[in-house]
């Protein structure tokens, strides 16, 4: 097999020599390289302690789950080749197939029972714990009340998993198809500290093993060969690189050092993109929603709810999609993405009024508040590093002075930013939530009584808990989308948060590579790869 890079030096010596054949110089083969330009630095690589999707893109390539993803979103089996599910809905049981770790032992159902116990133990502190609720007694292991053990998961044998849910949930199976619930190898674990995940020593279940981690540099996946299917596997190593930096990676796309970008497209240079870079700039649906946090806790300035809905009505949504990015993102009067599979409707009930209308009522509710120019609010706006995230800063900043409100502008790389916000150390902060499973039950829920942006917001109310509860339960589309609906409307009657747009993927791939293919839910295996024909 010959490189990419191979084959590009192997073009550009044909145009040198005058297109003279090169058939009869010997080329040995070469491995099948990919390059990526990943977004950020992760913090973690353990698949149960990750958060951001610049994470999970090396995690799903490390650890395979029980059921996992085509190229085009859409679930297939992975580590089990079947399964079925009780008429009643609340009971899974799976069959695995033969499969090893990357170091030769057998990869088991016990495996898996470790994993979904671990994931909710509450030291893993997983952000996506509550996914798993659904399984008997896991709220309470998650909360400390109850022992792992008692969580209703069960190896009948060494190859069948039985898993029991308190209530039949529309979306469980996406719940195992993300990495924090692939089965983790027991025999390293049951005596590992935190260190487990080494370059070398890592025990995988996926398409690759880890290789090598240099910090702030790059992270090496080499192709497992105990992989069940690794003979369908055509990358042979992936290196992914931490750029979160949009302007550096579309550098270093153009020059041809990156293969794929996930660090999207500077929006000062998106019409030139895509005006000479062709088929390379991959523009698609993203179930992904971008708003501000609001910080709700008790002494915080924004727990009052005049002043949350007063910075609502000042943000001028369509200048922020239409003039600042301009790649096609809606501007978003709501929380859950419209193109969510059965998304819930609701807008913010200002959302009809003009732009003199909603700044008059602004200032009003300030000046109710207590706040003005002569007696300005002073606010932090936390974000992450990109130009773009940037931009949109300024100009809320900027939206938000004439109501009296001033600004400090605070910027991190994203591990850190995130990690401020979990902390609860912010007041105001951007957010991007990216769905892990395509229901609005995935947004909804974080707003939820133990849900991440509830535990690091402080938004708490008793009925809107109630309402995402009941619409777990409730199986009729029409009528859990209802539910969903007064839901999320409650939410946005709080002002609870800001919301800004709904996303779209912008991705640049090397039309060298097959394979990839644009979906909503914006995941990409890497062993659906291959390198194109030229």
Excluded at 164 to 181: D, H, S
Excluded at 278 to 298: I, K, Q, S, W
Excluded at 342 to 349: K, T
Aim: proline residues 6%; without cysteine.
């Amino acid at each position: 097999m010959i490189s990419k890079h191979h084959k590009m030096m192997s073009r550009y010596l044909l145009a040198a020599l005058g297109g003279i054949a090169l058939g009869a110089m010997a080329v040995p083969a070469q491995a099948f390289t990919v390059d990526i330009a990943n977004g950020a630095e992760p913090g973690s690589l353990d698949p149960q302690k990750t958060s951001g999707v610049w994470e999970t893109r090396i995690t799903r390539a490390l650890f395979e789950r029980l059921v996992t993803y085509a190229a085009d979103g859409s679930l297939v089996p992975g580590l089990a080749e079947h399964w079925e599910i009780s008429d009643d809905g609340k009971q899974y049981t799976f069959h695995l197939r033969d499969a090893e770790w990357s170091d030769g032992e057998p990869i088991t159902a016990d495996d898996a029972v470790f994993a979904l116990r671990r994931v909710l133990e509450p030291a893993i502190a997983n952000q996506n714990a509550n996914l798993y609720y659904p399984i008997v007694n896991a709220r309470a292991i998650n909360a400390g009340e109850k022992s792992p053990d008692t969580l209703g998961v069960e190896a009948v044998d060494a190859h069948t998993l039985r898993i029991r849910l308190t209530q039949p949930t529309a979306w469980f199976l996406q719940a195992l198809a993300m990495t924090e619930a692939s089965p983790l190898p027991e025999h390293v674990l049951a005596n590992a500290d935190d260190g487990w995940i080494k370059p070398g020593d890592t025990v995988s279940s996926g398409v690759f093993t880890l290789s090598q981690w240099q910090p702030q540099s790059r992270i090496v996946v080499t192709r497992n060969p105990h992989y069940y299917d690794a003979d369908q596997v055509s990358v042979d190593e992936a290196v992914f690189y931490p750029i979160d930096d949009a302007n550096a990676a579309l550098n270093r796309f153009r020059t041809g050092e990156m293969d794929i970008a996930y660090s999207s497209v500077p929006s000062s240079r998106f019409a030139w993109a895509r005006e000479n870079l062709g088929d390379a700039l991959r523009v698609g649906p993203l179930t992904a929603e971008y708003f501000y946090m609001f910080n709700l806790h008790d002494g915080q300035p924004l727990a009052d709810r005049r002043v949350r809905e007063a910075l609502n009505l000042a943000v001028r949504r369509d200048v922020i999609t239409d003039q600042i990015l301009g790649q096609g993102q809606t501007p978003s009067f709501w929380y859950v993405p419209r193109n969510t599979a059965n998304a819930p409707r609701g807008d913010l009930d200002f959302a009809d009024m003009t732009m003199d209308e909603r700044m008059a009522r602004a200032k009003a509710l300030m000046q109710e508040a207590g706040y003005g120019p002569d007696h300005p609010l002073r606010l932090r706006l936390n974000y992450n590093t990109l130009e773009d995230h940037k931009k949109i800063a300024v100009a809320v900043a900027a939206m938000w002075k004439p109501l009296g409100v001033e600004v400090e502008l605070i910027n991190s790389e994203a591990a850190v930013h995130y990690a401020t916000i979990r902390e609860g150390n912010f007041e105001v902060a951007r957010y991007g939530m990216v769905a892990t499973i395509n229901d609005p039950f995935d947004f909804l829920n974080a707003y939820a009584d133990s849900g991440s942006a509830s535990r690091s917001s402080g938004y708490h109310d008793a009925e809107y808990d109630a309402l995402v509860a009941k619409s777990t339960r409730e199986l009729d589309p029409q009528k859990r989308r209802q539910l969903m609906t007064r839901a999320q409307q409650r939410l946005l009657d709080d002002y609870a948060l800001l919301p800004l747009y709904d996303y779209v993927s912008v991705h640049l791939v090397s039309p060298a590579i097959q394979g990839w293919e644009i979906n909503p839910m914006d995941v990409h295996p890497l062993r659906y790869l291959q390198e194109s024909e030229q």
